[in-house]
């Protein structure tokens, strides 16, 4: 994965930073993440890539954005994988994530960030909700577009951002701690699921988690896109410029 900054300049130049944690398995992370991780050097944050939640304990930046898939795999003990990808986050990524959150700086989770740091309860009540094992399930990723519902009146990340078709997938029944209100939702089997929220803790520190983001063809559909920039904007507590109603 790439790395596009040197965190010192943009420290003296002033300029917000992102941290983006990628990687993992069962994804095509690398691909995915250089797409998000160009989405949010777009929008003029200096953006650092690392693929190790290990490097978690050094975050200073003014965004963490995780689009990855590192888990304790203890779901699964017999997985001949584990020992290659199972991973528990450490006191001191703990530490650095709860004072980001006590600064009042950001979160975006991408996708499977919510699988992630199933052995940190915190992550769960930071988010709002994360995968369950044994209860959390998706229809079979076929490649066969998905309807997205958008609400535009509920936030101005979603103003004016119309319903959408994207090839993805669609996580079900989550494990939620909060009650939340969906900014953009789809329906398997009759039945709704939230896809996108946004929340704003105690510290003041605003979370967005986007459910969508299974691969690169998902980061770069125009709508996704827009929704992703939106984001950045809004957890850095920037005033959205919308770029017009963005379409399938």
Do not use: K, N
């Not at 940190?120 to 094992?133: A, F, I, K, Q, Y």
């Not at 896809?195 to 063809?217: K, P, Y």
């Amino acid at each position: 994965m790439e790395a596009h900054l040197d965190v010192s300049l943009a420290a003296f130049l002033g300029e917000p930073r992102a941290l983006v944690l990628g990687g993992g398995r069962t994804h095509p992370f690398e691909q995915g993440c250089d797409e998000l991780a160009a989405i949010v050097a777009g929008t003029g944050v200096e953006v650092e890539v690392i693929d190790d939640p290990g490097e978690l304990g050094r975050l200073d930046h003014e965004l963490l954005v995780v689009d990855a898939m590192w888990w304790s795999m203890v779901d699964r003990p017999d997985d001949p994988h584990c020992g290659e990808w199972a991973r528990r986050i450490d006191d001191l990524a703990r530490r650095a994530i709860e004072d980001h959150v006590r600064l009042g700086r950001g979160i975006l989770a991408v996708h499977t960030a919510v699988v992630c740091f199933d052995d940190w309860p915190v992550w769960g009540e930071l988010l709002g909700g994360t995968w369950s094992w044994g209860r959390s399930w998706h229809p079979p990723f076929t490649g066969v577009p998905v309807h997205v519902s958008v609400a535009t009146d509920r936030h101005e990340i979603v103003r004016g951002l119309g319903d959408f078709d994207i090839v993805d997938e669609v996580y079900c029944d989550l494990g939620f701690v909060v009650d939340v209100e969906p900014l953009a939702w789809a329906a398997v089997d009759g039945v709704e699921h939230p896809l996108v929220w946004a929340r704003e803790l105690d510290s003041g520190s605003r979370v967005v988690v986007d459910l969508l983001g299974h691969d690169h063809r998902s980061m770069t559909h125009l709508a996704h896109h827009e929704l992703l920039r939106r984001s950045v904007a809004w957890l850095l507590d920037r005033d959205i410029v919308q770029d017009g109603e963005a379409a399938a």
